[in-house]
């Protein structure tokens, strides 16, 4: 199945000791698919926290592994339809977390992530590699 990966998952990946679960799902997948939601989100930290040795992994692993998929206006309304549900419901969702899910939802990718509950009731499967 190919996915889409949440934020942590990349940060985990780029760790001197990944988590095991996580190495023993990449190599269970043909293509990684990142949202540019996750792209921003890598820069903004590598931006705040700068370190050089991250910065080249994350940019040879993208370019070497992964293609990354904009958001779009069919992407942004469904994520609008999707924070709003949730709000109604009295769960406060990102705007971020919301794009994603919206994303992995319109390319029909799972989502690969640690953050179970931040994607519940969005109406994706759901992958979290470090249980």
């Known amino acids: 199945m190919n996915c889409l990966c949440d934020t942590n998952v990349l940060s985990e990946l780029c760790r001197p000791f990944p988590n095991q679960g996580i190495i023993a799902w990449t190599h269970t997948v043909s293509e ?5 939601i996750t792209v921003e989100e890598i820069y903004f ?3 705040r926290r700068p370190n050089a040795r991250i910065l080249r992994w994350f940019e040879a692993f993208v370019t070497d592994n992964c293609s990354v998929l904009p958001v779009n206006g069919e992407i942004a ?3 609008g339809q999707l924070r709003g549900k949730q709000s109604l419901k009295g769960q406060t969702r990102t705007q971020a977390d919301m794009l994603i899910a919206a994303t992995a939802s319109a390319h029909g990718l799972a989502l690969v992530t640690r953050n179970e509950r931040d994607f519940a009731d ?3 499967v759901i992958i979290n590699p470090f249980s």
Do not use: D, K, Q, R
């Open 32 to 36: 990684i698919y990142l949202s540019v």
């Open 122 to 124: 969005c109406g994706i």
């Open 45 to 47: 930290g590598l931006t």
């Open 77 to 79: 309304e469904y994520a």
